[in-house]
């Protein structure tokens, strides 16, 4: 039975404690035994939930106890959250996080950190979400020598953006309308002013070129002055406005990195992610773009990013792992006992 | 120094060796010792190649050198690669491949191989070329349940079909010229037919499921029979034709998989993949629908592929490792000193 501890019992916590119990076999599959939520750190009681009995308002209960391997840091921002981090860290516990804003300011130090004690600092969630970019960028593109990423990284404002392309909704509607949705939060400044996005840029440029790069360095303009004459003039060009991270190696060992509302031809691989979608062309000396995209936000796919880190820190190495059983294929259903619609006048199936 | 041979000097074999020397520093790096081609067993010669004198016939030499810890295995079929890939494994050296063909029929046996020796049968290149998928799929997204794949997987196909949709061109007309471009071999029954694409389908869906399926159970229908005038008619629907391999689980524990061309709709995350590109879109029950596109297949997007998994059997565990350093960034570009094309009139960078 392995023990983890979630601090901070918000969407993304509570996601987290819920996928683990929802897929609770998945992970006791993939990880070789069973894993508990055995403790949920928050200031607050949740008198009706389900987990009450595992909140807990001292960090110290979680530190000190030795049965507790791995932590979830859910908590966000860089007080409470670096704090709790570098004691888990130097405790000897592994740490893995959505916390986007702690990696973008503090991840040399953390992984320095993790790195002495033996442990793992893991961050698949801090950016795109449920789409995987973090450990594809280090290990699936490892043989690439990455040369730009280009990133729409905020849900919030690619469904502003949206809004005002496709619907010729000002700024200011649009914004309330993503709050009425819950897609932006009251204080909407660090989406729409670009500070999630530039957070983002930082954390896949630092992995892409080897260097740690601070936001604060970063020039970073948001989409608040944004107007529709804007979204008018770039569709007249035959182009798209999207908020983009953008950061790219120069031949002379610089680094260009920006945020900034961008124009983009409507073929980009990029200008049809739309809404509260997420999308990130990466492009190596190899493989040439590559493009991933998906939900960049919300409980459940970050939560998945969580997991999926939880169980990586289960286990360090997949030396000869089985994959996958050996099988007698009864299971495969005979293509005649499918049921489709078909174009008209056709035998083409047509899929949703 | 870490010494491996690679296993038919093709396509993706030469790529794999070219691109070692090419990024030589950023493997030596990331594997932590350089990587050194010793062999490349092909049974022609190459007397004007630069790499000749590493050019072998035999390959008891490359099974019987200790030295030797990690073979690239890029001949493809199930003939030869099937023997010394087992011999590999059996002898305790770890196997990097691109045959998807091998993978598809042998999996389960292979990696059982790898297990009983402790080492590692990796297969990234098999499926989707430079995109990554096969890593993606069973770490990133190892939290979800996965109800669905569904993928353009060959370029061949994928490039005809966008010249019969978008220039009206008939089947054996861009047939024709994907085999004048080299996209297409001679003798493209592999592609044309669906059998490459229904191969791929097979893995990523025994990953996604955890039980083999073997491509002679799945029905598999190619675009050889399509004809304008479905295309036509698709176009009348709304919708487009696109060669799919198509996995989903269904409640009562069957898989529906099959390999057809099918139309889905023109905002579907896969419509607008064109050309030679791949795309994939897994469906997992917490991230929802992600998507990978990308080069599915040419020398050097493939080699990329197999380049990280050697990368990968250098490196059996990841814990603590740095990812990269801290740094004072004095390479961040100033903004003022980027240069743009603006949108007329704005202050929008126009990005390429």
Known sequence: MIKTAVLGYGTVGSGVVELLKKNKRLFTDKAGEEIQVKYIL????????????????????????????IIAETIG??????????????????????????????????LQLAKENGVKYLFEASVGG??????????????????????????TTNYIL????????????????????????ANPAADVEGHDTCRKICI??????????????????GI???????????????LVIKLLG??????DGSVKIFVSPCAIRTDHPLANIEDVFNGITVTGNATGDVTFYGKGAGKFPTASAVGADIIHC?????????????SDNSFVKSFQDLQFTYLTGTEIPVIE
């Open 42 to 69: 928050d200031i607050r009681d949740f008198p009706e939930d389900p987990n009450r009995d595992k909140i807990v308002h001292d960090f110290d209960v979680i530190l000190h106890d030795p049965e507790i391997t």
């Open 77 to 110: 921002g860089k007080t409470f959250a670096y704090e709790y981090t570098k004691k888990a860290l130097a405790a000897g516990k592994n740490v893995v996080t959505s916390n986007k804003e702690l990696v973008a300011a503090k991840a040399p130090e953390l």
């Open 130 to 155: 449920g789409i995987p970019i973090i450990r594809p960028l280090l290990h699936c593109l490892a043989a690439n020598d990455l040369n730009k990423i280009i990133g729409i990284l905020n849900g």
């Open 162 to 185: 949206t809004k005002m392309i496709k619907e010729n909704m000002d700024f200011s509607v649009a914004l309330k309308q993503a709050q009425q949705l819950g897609y932006a939060e």
């Open 204 to 221: 896949l440029a630092s992995m892409a070129f080897g260097k740690h790069i601070y936001p604060e360095n970063v020039y970073t303009k």
């Open 224 to 238: 608040q002055d944004l107007t529709l004459e804007d979204v008018s003039k770039a569709a007249q060009a035959g």
């Open 246 to 251: 953008y950061a790219e190696k120069t031949t």
């Open 314 to 326: 289960t286990t360090p190495a997949d030396v000869g792992k089985i994959l996958w059983q050996d």
